[in-house]
C-alpha cells in the first residue's frame, strides 16, 4: 500500500550516502529497504537501506 500523500520524514546518520543531508535527513521521498545478505533468520541486524549510492 502506497501512502504517497502523508509526505514522510525519514532520518538517516549514514553520512557518506549522496542522498543525506547536513541537517541529518535523506532527500529522497521514499526508500527501499532491503536485507542484507546472508542474514534471514534475525539473528542479526537484516535490514539496510536499498537506496544508499556512495558519494
Ligand atoms: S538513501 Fe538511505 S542511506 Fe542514503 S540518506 Fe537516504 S536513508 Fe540514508
Redesign the pocket.
Known amino acids: 500500500m502506497s501512502f504517497s500523500d502523508k509526505h514522510q520524514c525519514?532520518l538517516?546518520?549514514?553520512v557518506s550516502?549522496?542522498?543525506?543531508d547536513q541537517s541529518g535527513?535523506?532527500?529522497?521521498d521514499s526508500?527501499k529497504v532491503k536485507p542484507r545478505k546472508n542474514c534471514h533468520d534475525g539473528s542479526c541486524d537484516e535490514s539496510e537501506?536499498g537506496?544508499?549510492?556512495n558519494k
Do not use: T
Open positions: 525519514i538517516c546518520d549514514v550516502c549522496k542522498f543525506h535527513h535523506c532527500q529522497l526508500i537501506c537506496s544508499y549510492i
